[in-house]
């Protein structure tokens, strides 16, 4: 057991109210229209399409949704053309951020990227200026109620996993990323049913927010950057300290 951030459970509960606004599905639409554009329409031939259709079944989009997705996007001569970018940065506090964008305007994209950072306390950063504090992992989010610790620790040695982390109401098991679809077809084949399966970077030390102004701050950023259209996924290396817990908008 180790401590990683809680931000995945965060990001897990947020999810729900994101989807309502109609960002997640339109984001996970990009990513599936970029995975059959790169490696074509057949997700058992195409690790990232299959990744993208997991994201969407976590997310409830409807199959419908995902079929006309995978059939558009086969079918385009034209259309948008994405540029994939990792922009970095730091938030509030010291707080270390860092993005992934699919966009087919970059200009667009720096700049609500730069004026989220700058509107919250926090600068863009250089590339490669925080990306060395995070690796990337295979991530399962188990609800606790599937089995005990014990249990699961059994079950994820055996998928070949590498870490178990409490998370609240969640267990999150780690693994190695070359090893996500390995631990995945574990888990599926023992019937260990958990709630978001996904591939993130995640920080190898966290900090610790003890001030209600910084901690706002974060969450400020965060919302600002997933709100943008541009920006698939966002990871940050923080903790709320529950001693201000309740005092964080």
């Given at each position: 057991?180790?401590?990683?951030?809680?931000?995945?459970?965060?990001?897990?509960?947020?999810?729900?109210?994101?989807?309502?606004?109609?960002?997640?599905?339109?984001?996970?639409?990009?990513?599936?229209?970029?995975?059959?554009?790169?490696?074509?329409?057949?997700?058992d031939m195409n690790p990232r399409l299959r990744m993208a259709m997991l994201s969407a079944k976590s997310s409830s989009m409807p199959l419908d949704n995902v079929k006309r997705?995978?059939?558009?996007?086969?079918?385009?001569?034209?259309?948008?053309?994405?540029?994939?970018?990792?922009?970095?940065?730091?938030?509030?506090?010291?707080?270390?951020?860092?993005?992934?964008?699919?966009?087919?305007?970059?200009?667009?994209?720096?700049?609500?990227?730069?004026?989220?950072?700058?509107?919250?306390?926090?600068?863009?950063?250089?590339?490669?200026?925080?990306?060395?504090?995070?690796?990337?992992?295979?991530?399962?989010?188990?609800?606790?109620?599937?089995?005990?610790?014990?249990?699961?620790?059994?079950?994820?040695?055996?998928?070949?996993?590498?870490?178990?982390?409490?998370?609240?109401?969640?267990?999150?098991?780690?693994?190695?990323?070359?090893?996500?679809?390995?631990?995945?077809?574990?888990?599926?084949?023992?019937?260990?049913?958990?709630?978001?399966?996904?591939?993130?970077?995640?920080?190898?030390?966290?900090?610790?927010?003890?001030?209600?102004?910084?901690?706002?701050?974060?969450?400020?950023?965060?919302?600002?950057?997933?709100?943008?259209?541009?920006?698939?996924?966002?990871?940050?290396?923080?903790?709320?300290?529950?001693?201000?817990?309740?005092?964080?908008?």
């Amino acid at each position: 057991m180790s401590g990683h951030n809680k931000w995945s459970t965060i990001k897990h509960k947020k999810g729900a109210a994101d989807a309502k606004r109609g960002k997640v599905f339109t984001k996970i639409i990009k990513e599936i229209t970029v995975a059959v554009r790169l490696g074509g329409p057949d997700p058992d031939m195409n690790p990232r399409l299959r990744m993208a259709m997991l994201s969407a079944k976590s997310s409830s989009m409807p199959l419908d949704n995902v079929k006309r997705a995978i059939s558009k996007a086969s079918g385009e001569s034209g259309g948008a053309i994405y540029l994939e970018l990792v922009y970095e940065g730091y938030g509030a506090g010291g707080v270390a951020v860092i993005l992934d964008v699919l966009t087919d305007n970059k200009n667009r994209a720096v700049s609500e990227i730069r004026h989220a950072f700058s509107r919250s306390g926090g600068n863009l950063g250089e590339s490669g200026s925080v990306a060395w504090m995070f690796s990337k992992k295979g991530s399962f989010l188990i609800p606790k109620s599937v089995c005990s610790e014990e249990v699961l620790m059994e079950h994820m040695l055996n998928a070949g996993a590498d870490d178990l982390v409490d998370e609240g109401d969640y267990f999150q098991v780690l693994c190695n990323y070359t090893s996500f679809e390995e631990v995945k077809n574990y888990f599926d084949e023992n019937k260990i049913t958990y709630e978001e399966a996904t591939l993130s970077m995640i920080p190898a030390n966290n900090v610790t927010l003890t001030d209600v102004k910084e901690a706002n701050n974060v969450l400020k950023l965060i919302n600002m950057l997933e709100d943008c259209d541009d920006v698939q996924n966002v990871y940050a290396n923080f903790e709320i300290d529950d001693s201000i817990a309740d005092e964080v908008e």
